[in-house]
């Protein structure tokens, strides 16, 4: 009789502002996950500055992938696959990940699984439930990207929505911006508003009544500043909590609303979400709430989760793994990947074969 013998995933995340190394057994067991964030430096820009994330990269990752097996107790020997972000992203953040994780696979003979970001961000919702399976929709919002995609099973995601321009993320870190809030603007806005309003200013809620699943956040950081400079203007004070309250309660009212649909409409009762910005306990709670109301069961990873991290890109990439679903050490990286869309790659069947031989045991 042939056991499957556990599969160890070491997972390299860089495509943004965080470097981070993960150890995961079988896509779902969590042995360690270091996550070095470079927002201090960020800060003093506004947001994040591509060229000294790729050099920030550089400087840490050995030291975070050495972290990640030591806290985990392994060695590379104990390694049966290297994942990595190959995209989206910031290229020069991405290449940093990738080249590291092509040598490390090269080096200990290993296969290398290139995984897209926001397929490892629904994966997190795998590591948070070990029972969570698809089909579900999943809310995905994070600082690039708002989607509502059908997971229809571990490797075939659909996008049914997406912005039509900002992401959920930027206009938090946006409007952060015009109330002199540091970068990231998501947790400063979450942190404010705990003392604020949510019914004092209507703030628009941009699509939440489209018949389809799109949404609109550009206009968002303009209603603030209008709201702001009106107030000045007529020399009234006005209540920055109020502001932020009322902001956060509008981005949330179109989340909810429009994943909601999403359930309905595809008769799934089953609801995920996804990215930094379900890190909002405001957003968590409304969510929760509405899935009540709604007979919706709703899974949402921790917050150290939602935002960026490899742990989730090793959850990704075991399910890739099961399927044979193998890169070459000619991956590159792509800046603009689509969830969905094939990873190009020029892995020779033969070779996915020989690999998967290494992953049993008699
Ligand atoms: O998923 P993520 O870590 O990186 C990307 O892939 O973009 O998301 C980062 C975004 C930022 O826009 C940040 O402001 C937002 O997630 N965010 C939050 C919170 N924590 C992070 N937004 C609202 N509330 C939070 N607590
Ligand atoms: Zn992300």
């Given at each position: 009789m042939t056991n499957k013998k556990?599969?160890?995933i070491l997972a390299v995340e860089s495509s943004c502002d965080e470097t981070s190394a993960a150890l995961v057994k079988n896509g779902r067991e969590v042995l360690s996950n270091i996550i070095s964030s470079q927002i201090n430096i960020h800060k003093r820009y506004g947001g994040v500055v591509p060229e000294i994330?790729?050099?920030k990269h550089i400087e840490v990752i050995d030291t975070v992938i050495k972290e990640a097996l030591d806290s985990a107790s392994k060695s590379l020997d104990d390694i049966d696959s290297v994942a990595v972000t190959c995209g989206p992203g910031l290229v020069g953040a991405l290449l940093v990940g990738l080249s590291t994780a092509k040598a490390l696979s090269f080096a200990i003979d290993k296969p290398l699984i290139g995984v897209h970001h926001i397929e490892g961000h629904i994966a997190a919702n795998y590591i948070e439930n070990p029972k969570w399976e698809p089909p579900f929709i999943c809310l995905v919002v994070s600082g690039g990207h708002t989607n509502i995609v059908i997971a229809h099973s571990y490797d075939k995601y659909e996008v049914i929505g997406s912005t039509r321009d900002d992401a959920a993320g930027e206009a938090f870190d946006?409007?952060?911006?015009a109330l002199n809030l540091s970068y990231p603007g998501g947790p400063q806005i979450e942190k404010l508003a705990y003392d604020g309003n949510p019914n004092v200013i209507a703030f628009p809620r941009v699509m939440i009544d489209s018949d389809d699943f799109d949404f609109s956040f550009s206009g968002l950081k303009s209603a603030v500043l209008n709201y702001i400079n009106k107030c000045k203007m007529k020399e009234t004070p006005f209540n920055r909590a109020d502001v932020a309250a009322s902001l956060q309660q509008a981005i949330t009212d179109v989340l909810c609303h429009k994943a909601i649909k999403?359930?309905?409409k595809y008769s799934l009762k089953k609801l995920a979400m996804a990215g930094g910005v379900c890190a909002n306990s405001?957003?968590?709670r409304s969510m929760e709430d509405l899935c009540l109301k709604n007979g919706i069961e709703l899974n949402v990873p921790k917050p150290v989760l939602c935002t960026d991290n490899a742990a989730m890109i090793g959850s990704a990439a075991y399910y890739r793994m099961l399927n044979g679903d193998f890169s070459s050490l000619s991956?590159?990286?792509?800046p603009s990947l689509r969830l969905g869309e094939n990873i190009p790659n020029d892995f020779k069947a033969n070779d996915i074969r020989n690999t998967l031989?290494?992953?049993t045991n008699n």
């Open positions: 556990d599969i160890i994330a790729s050099r946006k409007t952060a911006r999403a359930c309905k405001f957003l968590r991956l590159n990286a792509f031989t290494l992953h």
